[in-house]
């Protein structure tokens, strides 16, 4: 069965940092480019980050870029999002999503999402 499973998030103060992992069972990420979206309550979808298959190229969404960097480790079949500088507007479940391909680093064809975990960025 093919799964993507979050792990990473929880409560933290303004200013501080977490590190998002996503794991995937029963296939291997090496060929994908992956991403990660939030949803806020109340808020649309939003993409946050994608990185292409190969690591060598990475997009973020204007709000994150100098705070979040993504990163994978394909010998792991794990990618992370290391979030640091962190605001309470950043407070929403996290997903991971594996594209459909692995070319690029915009993750606009996804394929298989997680089933997200829950970043509260509050005092």
């Known amino acids: 069965q093919l799964q993507l499973v979050e792990s990473g998030g929880g409560l933290v103060q303004p200013g501080g940092s977490l590190r998002l992992s996503c794991t995937a069972s029963?296939?291997?990420?090496?060929?994908?480019?992956i991403g990660w979206f939030r949803q806020a309550p109340g808020k649309e979808h939003e993409g946050v980050s994608c990185?292409?298959?190969?690591?060598?190229?990475?997009n973020y969404t204007d709000s994150v870029k100098g705070r979040f960097t993504i990163s994978r480790d394909n010998a792991k079949n794990t990618i992370y999002l290391q979030m640091n500088s962190l605001k309470p507007e950043d407070t929403a479940v996290y997903y991971c999503?594996?594209?459909?391909?692995?070319?690029?680093?915009?993750?606009?064809?996804?394929?298989?999402w997680g089933r997200g975990t829950q970043v509260t960025v509050s005092s």
């Open positions: 999503a594996a594209d459909a391909f692995g070319h690029d680093s915009k993750c606009l064809h996804i394929k298989w």
């Open positions: 990185i292409s298959s190969s690591g060598g190229s990475a």
């Open positions: 029963g296939f291997t990420l090496d060929y994908y480019s």
